[in-house]
């Protein structure tokens, strides 16, 4: 009996001694930022790094890495190993412009490169430019809310290499007023104690990641999709913004909002976001977009 | 070849010997002499052959194999006086005996179910009973079987907030859970607070925690198997308790000379106290209620056939206001019936035949401003069963059964009216086992089985071998070791806060199902009378662990494999009780020392953007040390306290390291706070501890019926036990926010029994 209580704490002991998962060390690594848009200019890019948890956190002041030897490079359709055209960056107040002009192109791919003097890895990050599609209907354009028809769209069919459609329906304010907000909205702010960040937050509010598949088809050629009348924050004038996301755009969004939510992981645990950028972090997206108006008047008494 | 050793296996435990014919035996049934209910896992002895047997789920025994003689019987059931009668046994004869059995007291709660009796070779490794008297005088709001077993070491509860069992590094839905052998597959109630079965019609409890025999399958951890009592078949009565969460009603009586029923029926009563919250405290749900219904009528029309049917309806509903314009619904529940025929074909040789039927669902919708979202999760099973029970000698016992049963499992989402994911997995599943306790010697037993499953979608024959080896010198000292191959079909989706949005999903064509393998040793030992001292160590390690994948939260347009990642893990301690069951004190020490890992593709990566760096981390419920002292103390004869202590280290949690932010996006510029984390759960929240103390006294009302009242106090010294951390970046620098636990609670409940 005696032994038997001996190896059993024998074992108890040599089981609570070993801790093999050490938390990791805090290692600043860049960030880049920067988003493609078709038909629109080359986009700047940001370069900033991470700091602690625990340190104030300034956008600006973080903005120092100033050095940099930024390109964006166009790739051959076919043979993406082939350069077709490479964009010079230059640093002014705080970010990375191109010297070049160029509008960017839809389905086509772009590289970034950044070289940081003393920084050994080259930073590079891929995407390919979602294709072109339209809003091809929208009605009614005066909507009245809870009451009248909603807000339906139609827009044409796009593809993205390797995956359904992903989608944010963007509601955009344009007469982004306290009295404005809609019954829902008030309440939240009322409750979030009149925050302005919370208002600021929605004046471009969006209606979260949406696949072609909440999309109902109506031919081969178009999809459409009626808004949610909670989608609506603010009465009045509203863009109605329809953008279709690259593959770095779509995990980034859906693994940060999984990171401020906790949906799906149990409470405490957190992922790191999704980012597809080698050698740092953040993100270089891609978007193709459209946009219609709407007029929301408030619901009759 | 090799798929047809199993039903070789099977086929000579079907014909295995059956000798002895000049050797007598002694059969019957085990009853509480004042109500007439079968008592199982009573134990009876031949005190001269120290040969001895624990009564089966139908409260009869069978000794075989007896050397005509005289012989003393002795029947012992905890709470009940002992029994004994000298019997003589000629050549060839069959005794025929019903023991009854007086209760040492009149006390209002059940007695004491234990089976093992303070016998270490009658123990099985990884087997606990759990006594109902301890799950009725547990220090909890409401008495309950799961909150009960949440104590003993080896298993954890996620939060105060959960009754949910996370048994040796398993999630809950490893947990076999049965009901009168129907498997429940939403056993909790109320958020999860506490479980779905009414302590008035549990006769027994048994918890398998891992390594568990052939004859139970289709999860990869454990086993719950609650069995409900029979009715009272002397004369009506019954019991009423009002409690502050809920309260209950049972009544039983006997219908004819040989058969018995009860109705129990619970419902929640915490609608007074959500209304004074709500004058008070925002949030509060603007309804809720839970029931559930049990049933049950036993029909003995003679010592050799028995019938029985079992019926369980529960259901939970919840309106919770998010905002003015924003609701959440949530209902869930199960519904199951068994209809169950035993006959005894010899002393020796019984079989079993039974059909039963079992639904779940859970809805959840939430309604914003005239938009409308619902997700459900529905599971259709009906299956029939055959088995038997066979002692064709002393060193052999048999069991064998098949099971084939229909499933459908349906999961969809909807948004609008319109919906936008729905799949319905059909299946047919096939098991059979065989299960055998070889008696090699007096010191050694060997418990081979093998179970086989096969699941039509997917075209999946899984095999899986059991094997347990007891070495028992002497009854104070036995030691077990165990393996096992596990598979299963299905996969719970639980996230650790509140229960009531937990999931079902199935392997499918392309998705396989769970593996796992585990390993089991232990030591019974008693060193000291009524003292016993368990030891326990394991191994599990666990294969195509699948699960919703946390960043497919938008399923439209998704196939259900893509909605899916599949992992692996494992998981090893080693568990410790110290337990004293008799005397003005009882109760048990219990420590559990555990380690849980999980990998999943693309999750906790050494390099955030480099596949293939994947590496283990402990899910959020993996506890290092679990301390428990559950304590009786009967100070009076009316008057007992019972208090239960536990002190835990803290479960993990991810730390956030570093942070970032992009400023510039398309969409909610502004929004781009993110958080750099390094290991996951890599970090240990402060160690949980909390005491529980519960006092009852028992007396009469106007003499006409036995009473009893309970005061509970939970949390007595109101430690703020830390739930999680937030991390909020309305704040500059981020704050590190703690949400905490329950703090001091009391818990009143009045009964009467009639």
């Known amino acids: 009996m005696k032994q038997f209580i001996l190896i059993s704490f024998s074992l108890l002991a040599m089981c609570s001694a070993c801790r093999p998962y050490h938390q990791d060390d805090y290692k600043e690594q860049y960030v880049v930022e920067s988003y493609l848009y078709t038909g629109r200019s080359l986009p700047l890019v940001h370069i900033t790094k991470t700091i602690p948890v625990q340190q104030p956190y300034s956008y600006r002041r973080l903005s120092s890495v100033k050095n940099a030897n930024v390109h964006i490079q166009l790739l051959d359709n076919e043979n993406r190993a082939k350069v077709e055209q490479t964009f010079e960056y230059t640093f002014q107040k705080d970010n990375y412009y191109p010297v070049q002009e160029h509008t960017v192109l839809p389905g086509r791919t772009y590289r970034l490169l950044i070289n940081i003097p003393g920084y050994s890895q080259t930073v590079t990050a891929q995407t390919q430019v979602p294709e072109v599609f339209e809003i091809l209907r929208f009605g009614p354009d005066t909507l009245q809310y809870q009451s009248g028809e909603p807000l339906s769209l139609t827009i044409s069919a796009s593809h993205y290499p390797g995956r359904q459609n992903v989608y944010m329906v963007g509601i955009h304010s344009q007469v982004p007023e306290v009295e404005n907000l809609t019954p829902h909205y008030a309440a939240l702010y009322e409750e979030k104690e009149y925050d302005p960040h919370y208002f600021n937050f929605l004046q471009t509010h969006d209606w979260g990641v949406l696949t072609a598949g909440n999309f109902t088809p109506v031919n081969e050629e178009a999809l459409s999709i009626v808004v949610p009348w909670n989608e609506i924050p603010f009465f009045n004038k509203n863009n109605i913004l329809v953008s279709a996301l690259d593959d770095n755009l779509f995990d980034f969004i859906r693994s940060q909002s999984i990171q401020r939510s906790y949906q799906g992981l149990p409470p405490g645990e957190i992922q790191n976001v999704l980012t597809y950028v080698e050698g740092a972090l953040g993100i270089f997206g891609a978007v193709t977009s459209d946009t219609v108006r709407v007029f929301v008047k408030p619901q009759q008494n | ?754």
């Open chain 2, 1 to 754: 070849m090799w798929k047809i050793l199993p039903l070789l296996f099977m086929a000579y435990g079907l014909v295995a010997p059956t000798a002895y014919a000049q050797m007598a035996s002694i059969e019957g049934f085990i009853k509480d002499a004042e109500t007439g209910r079968l008592l199982l896992n009573a134990n009876i002895i031949v005190r001269e052959t120290r040969r001895g047997i624990a009564t089966d789920t139908t409260g009869f025994f069978a000794i075989n194999n007896i050397e005509p003689g005289r012989y003393t019987l002795v029947c012992s059931y905890m709470g009940y006086q002992v029994w004994e009668e000298k019997v003589t046994l000629e050549q060839g004869e069959s005794l025929n005996l019903d023991v009854k059995l007086r209760p040492v007291n009149v006390a209002m709660h059940e007695i004491t179910v234990e089976p093992e009796n303070n016998t270490a070779s009658l123990k099985q490794i990884g087997r606990k009973h759990i006594s109902t008297e301890l799950i009725t005088n547990m220090p909890v709001f409401e008495a309950d079987v799961f909150q009960a077993v949440q104590f003993l070491p080896g298993v954890q509860s996620s939060s105060d907030f959960s009754s949910n069992l996370y048994i040796r590094g398993g999630n809950p839905g490893q947990t076999l859970v049965l009901f009168d052998n129907n498997t429940i597959y939403k056993p909790t109630h109320f958020f999860g607070f506490f479980s779905a079965f009414n302590t008035d019609v549990i006769r027994n409890v048994n918890l398998y925690k891992g390594a568990y025999p052939a004859p139970y399958g289709d999860r990869l951890g454990s086993v719950l198997k609650i069995d409900s009592k029979t009715g009272n078949s002397n004369r009506l009565s019954g019991s009423l308790t009002a409690g502050m969460l809920a309260s209950r009603l049972m009544i039983e009586g006997p219908a004819g000379r040989a058969a018995s029923w009860y109705i129990a029926a619970r419902r929640s009563t915490i609608g007074p106290l959500l209304d004074m919250l709500r004058k008070s405290t925002s949030g509060i749900p603007d309804d809720y209620y839970f029931y559930d219904i049990n049933g049950k009528f036993d029909l003995v029309p003679s010592t050799k056939n028995r019938f029985s049917l079992s019926l369980y309806a529960g259901e939970d509903k919840i309106l919770f206001p998010v905002s003015e314009q924003a609701s959440l619904t949530m209902n869930y529940g199960n519904r199951s019936a068994r209809a169950n025929w035993e006959h005894m074909h010899t002393p020796a040789f019984t079989s079993r035949f039974s059909v039963s039927g079992t639904h779940y669902f859970n809805t959840l919708g939430y309604s914003i401003a005239g938009f409308t979202h619902g997700r459900f999760n529905e599971i259709y099973e009906l299956s029939t069963e055959g088995e038997i029970d066979s002692h064709p000698a002393d060193w052999l016992q048999i069991s064998a059964g098949v099971k084939f049963g229909v499933t459908r499992l349906s999961l969809g989402d909807k948004a609008l009216k319109n919906g936008t994911f729905s799949e319905n997995i059909e299946n047919q599943l096939a098991t059979a086992f065989a299960h055998q306790v070889w008696k090699l010697s007096d010191s050694w037993k060997m418990m081979p089985g093998l179970r086989f499953n096969y699941f039509l979608n997917g075209d999946y024959l899984r095999f899986d071998p059991r094997f347990t080896i007891q070495y028992a010198p002497g009854h104070r000292l036995s030691i077990h070791a165990s393996y096992g191959r596990y598979h299963q079909f299905l996969s719970l989706i639980t996230n650790e806060t509140f229960t009531s949005s937990d999931m079902w999903l199935s392997a499918s064509e392309n998705i396989p199902p769970s593996k796992a393998h585990q390993f089991a040793f232990g030591i019974n030992t008693i060193p000291l009378k009524s003292v016993s001292l368990d030891l326990e160590l394991y191994f599990k390690s666990m294969d195509d662990l699948f699960e919703l994948n946390p960043f497919r939260s938008n399923w439209a347009g998704l196939a259900y494999d893509d909605l899916l990642r599949t992992g692996k893990g494992y998981s090893y301690g080693l568990e410790a009780i110290i337990e004293k069951k008799t005397g003005i004190i009882t109760g048990y020490i219990g420590y559990a020392l555990g380690y849980a890992w999980q990998k999943f593709p693309g999750f906790n990566r050494a390099e955030i953007n480099q596949p293939g760096t994947e590496r283990y981390y402990p899910p959020k419920y993996d506890r290092r040390h679990d301390l428990t002292f559950i304590l009786n103390f009967q100070f009076a004869p009316q008057w007992k306290i019972t208090s239960a202590f536990s002190y835990a280290s803290g479960q993990a949690f991810t730390k956030a390291l570093g942070r970032y932010a992009v400023n510039n996006m398309p969409f909610n510029p502004g929004a781009g706070n993110v958080l750099t984390v390094g290991r996951v759960n890599a970090e240990r929240l402060p160690a949980y501890h909390r005491l529980d103390v519960s006092v009852s006294k028992t007396g009469t009302f106007l003499g006409l019926a036995e009473t009893e009242i309970q005061l509970h106090v939970l949390n007595v010294y109101s430690r703020r036990n830390v739930w999680f951390y937030n991390y909020y970046f309305e704040e500059n620098p981020v704050k590190q926010i703690e949400v905490t636990l329950l703090p001091v609670l009391p818990a009143l409940s009045y009964s009467i029994k009639f």
